[in-house]
DNA sequence: AAGTAGACTTGGACAC
DNA sequence: ACGATCCAAGTCTACT
């Protein structure tokens, strides 16, 4: 699943294979993965043909690059996303679950597939405007310009931006559990539900809490261990748990046996031996030590 | 306004 | 064997 560590990872693939180069076309074979654009996929075919192409940028889960329309193309991998160059020529058959197609010149590559079998992903335009806080918008370019299709979007655990100050600030004043916190993209971003679960392992807090009831130092040990986490996972081409996430080149990463709490409900806890236990919150899994993170403890 | 719940999608796992 | 049901995910929309 793509989270930060993967998005980042993609991104850094992407822009070898689209920073300085010209879409000299464009193909979408299937529709919801330009569901975000204005007039849809005719729209986004007709507006990006012949557009040149900036760095390529990365706020939290969500990616762009700069075109000289003055437009950004947002690039989100939803659950399933990938991009990958497979040299096909144009009118040539998807591959399966191909979702579109873009045909470059003046790069390394000739063309990219977005490949997308939930179709959580999207491409689409997005106009631009310049930071509120006067720092770059995202990772990958010095670049105020921040899409609006990303601007409701925190920055993020690995930004040398975030203020972590602020963010612990925020995130004390709901009253939500801190597991639903961390997932909320604008108050801190990259956080999926893998990584979230393994930062509140390591920081021993049990994700129900409600984030009001959090001591500073509590909120700050999360984070902590999320930037950790993250770069360590990152070192080593993200996670793939499934088959749904490889890089550009098809590789999957190798952060998954190194996860300690994600998908190991049932089995032992890697610190103290004690059963995992998992519940659900917000409809989404949280999987937890009950031993090693209480409900109700207030200091670790 | 903050917070929550529903919708979307699809292939794999699982119980029957 | 096979249809049915549930599950996973990230984000947007709608409602309280």
Same mark, same amino acid.
């Given at each position: ?49 012949? =557009?040149?192409?900036? +760095?390529? @940028? ?6 762009? *690059? #700069? &075109?000289?329309?003055?437009? /950004? ?125 393994? =930062?509140?392992?390591? +920081?021993? @807090? ?6 009001? *009831? #959090? &001591?500073?130092?509590?909120? /700050? ?80």
């Amino acid at each position: 699943m793509p989270e930060l560590p993967e998005a980042e990872t993609v991104r850094r693939g992407l822009a070898e294979i689209l920073a300085g180069t010209k879409i000299e076309g464009l193909e979408v074979f299937h529709p919801r993965t330009a569901r975000y654009q204005n007039g849809g996929s005719a729209q986004l075919t007709q507006q990006l043909s012949g =557009a040149h192409l900036d +760095a390529v @940028v990365r706020r939290g889960k969500f990616m762009w *690059t #700069l &075109t000289s329309n003055g437009q /950004a193309l947002m690039m989100h991998l939803g659950m399933s996303g990938q991009f990958r160059p497979l040299a096909k020529q144009a009118g040539e058959a998807p591959v399966r679950h191909e979702r579109a197609r873009l045909y470059l010149s003046g790069g390394p590559a000739q063309s990219l597939s977005f490949i997308d079998q939930r179709t959580f992903g999207a491409l689409y335009l997005s106009p631009t405007a310049n930071t509120e806080d006067g720092a770059p918008a995202g990772c990958g370019s010095d670049s105020l310009l921040l899409p609006a299709g990303a601007s409701h979007i925190a920055r993020d655990l690995l930004d040398p931006h975030l203020d972590l100050v602020k963010v612990n600030q925020r995130i004390r004043k709901s009253k939500s559990p801190i597991k639903n916190v961390l997932l909320n993209q604008s108050i801190i971003s990259g956080f999926g539900n893998i990584y979230a679960d393994e =930062a509140l392992f390591v +920081a021993g @807090v049990h994700g129900a809490r409600s984030a009001s *009831t #959090l &001591t500073r130092q509590q909120v /700050a040990q999360i984070l902590q261990a999320g930037i950790e986490i993250m770069e360590r996972s990152l070192s080593r081409g993200g996670t793939s748990f499934d088959q749904l996430y490889v890089d550009v080149n098809g590789s999957a990463g190798t952060f998954a046996d190194e996860l300690l709490v994600y998908g190991r409900a049932g089995q032992a806890c890697r610190e103290c031996g004690h059963e995992l236990s998992s519940i659900s919150l917000n409809k989404r899994s949280h999987v937890y030590c009950a031993n090693c993170q209480r409900p109700s403890r207030n200091l670790k």
